[in-house]
């Protein structure tokens, strides 16, 4: 059964870092594209950060310089360094994988709370 499982959320300081992870079954096969999503309270879930398969990395304007994301080189893992973390990070952020085949995979997300 493919699943995706995000971790590493918390609350946090502004100005202060976390490193969310997102483990992945094997059996999720033809991953075309990793990424991270956000939705805050009472918004709509919007792209943050993604990496192609071919090392293309894509980044919302709001979390450019501060954010980076990463793959793991041998494994089923993706992640998300936030650095210098301000109050509308505030989040649930989700994992999430795309395949040739066009299907998404979601994970269950992982709640982000920056404090003023």
């Known amino acids: 059964q493919a699943q995706v499982q995000e971790s590493g959320g918390g609350l946090v300081q502004a100005g202060g870092s976390l490193r969310l992870s997102c483990d992945f079954t094997q059996s999720i096969v033809g991953i075309t594209t990793m990424g991270w999503y956000r939705q805050p309270p009472g918004k709509e879930r919007d792209m943050v950060a993604r990496i192609h398969l071919s090392g293309n990395l894509v980044y919302a304007d709001s979390v450019k310089g501060r954010f980076r994301i990463s793959r793991a080189k041998a494994g089923n893992a993706v992640y998300l360094q936030m650095d210098s973390l301000e109050p509308e990070d505030t989040a649930v952020y989700y994992c999430?994988?795309?395949?040739?085949?066009?299907?998404?995979?979601w994970g269950q997300g992982t709640q982000v709370t920056v404090s003023s």
């Open positions: 999430n994988l795309k395949t040739h085949w066009g299907k998404d995979y």
